[in-house]
């Protein structure tokens, strides 16, 4: 399956343990959507339409109204990289 460079960096952070963060405005439409690591700092470049992109390939998941987090189907479309730490 085809992944974007930008959707392989948001699933490997979710994958980690990350965390997708939605704000929606008073009609519920979504307007700012940021992805966390697990150490609190937001991934840079990661936007609404990349947020839509993962869900609509349902690569994300929410689950009792808590952030947004990688689903089984994210977890084995994601190729493995070793961890920099």
Same mark, same amino acid.
């Given at each position: *399956?085809?992944?974007? #460079? *930008?959707?392989?960096?948001?699933?490997?952070? =979710?994958?980690?343990?990350?965390?997708?963060?939605?704000?929606? !405005?008073?009609?519920? #439409? $979504?307007?700012?959507?940021?992805?966390?690591?697990?150490?609190?700092?937001?991934?840079?470049?990661?936007?609404?339409?990349?947020?839509?992109?993962?869900? #609509?390939?349902?690569?994300?998941?929410?689950? %009792?109204? *808590?952030?947004?987090? $990688?689903? *089984?189907?994210?977890?084995?479309?994601?190729?493995?990289? =070793? !961890? %920099?730490?």
């Amino acid at each position: *399956m085809n992944i974007s #460079k *930008m959707e392989q960096r948001a699933l490997h952070t =979710l994958a980690q343990g990350g965390a997708i963060l939605i704000e929606r !405005d008073k009609k519920r #439409k $979504i307007i700012k959507a940021s992805c966390v690591n697990r150490d609190g700092w937001h991934l840079s470049g990661f936007s609404v339409s990349l947020f839509k992109k993962l869900k #609509k390939r349902r690569f994300i998941q929410s689950r %009792n109204s *808590m952030p947004y987090r $990688i689903t *089984m189907h994210g977890l084995s479309s994601v190729r493995s990289q =070793l !961890d %920099n730490r």
